[in-house]
């Protein structure tokens, strides 16, 4: 059974830090580029940042570049996102996402552009 578990995810006062992970079991890790895609109540999804199945690439949205830095270890088949300085808008639901790797990471926020997808940890910032 393919799963991706999220976890990290609670509440914490602006300006705090956060590592989330994502462990994945069931398919062959390795072989998978990852993202983290977030999602707010009331809003679309929106893409977070991706790295690359052997992790020498990444990327990230303006909204978070400086703040959130992604990484994999693929001995442990695990995901993380250390996200600093955290700021009430980055209130969301975190997921995390697999599809096979390409040549280039690309923003795409949509479920259903990626194979497996979690069932997401909340992060609240508030004071």
């Known amino acids: 059974e393919v799963q991706l578990v999220e976890s990290g995810g609670e509440l914490v006062q602006p300006g705090g830090s956060l590592r989330l992970s994502c462990a994945a079991s069931?398919?062959?890790?390795?072989?998978?580029?990852m993202s983290w895609v977030r999602q707010a109540p009331g809003k679309g999804p929106e893409w977070v940042s991706g790295i690359s199945n052997g992790g020498g690439s990444t990327r990230y949205a303006d909204s978070v570049k400086g703040r959130f830095t992604i990484s994999r270890d693929n001995a442990k088949n695990t995901m993380y996102l250390q996200m600093n300085s955290l700021k009430p808008e980055d209130t969301a639901r975190y997921y995390c996402?697999?599809?096979?790797?390409?040549?280039?990471?690309?923003?795409?926020?949509?479920?259903?552009?990626?194979?497996?997808w979690g069932q997401g940890t909340q992060v609240t910032v508030s004071s």
């Open positions: 996402a697999a599809r096979w790797h390409r040549l280039t990471l690309t923003p795409d926020p949509e479920k259903y552009n990626y194979i497996y």
């Open positions: 069931g398919f062959t890790f390795s072989m998978y580029d």
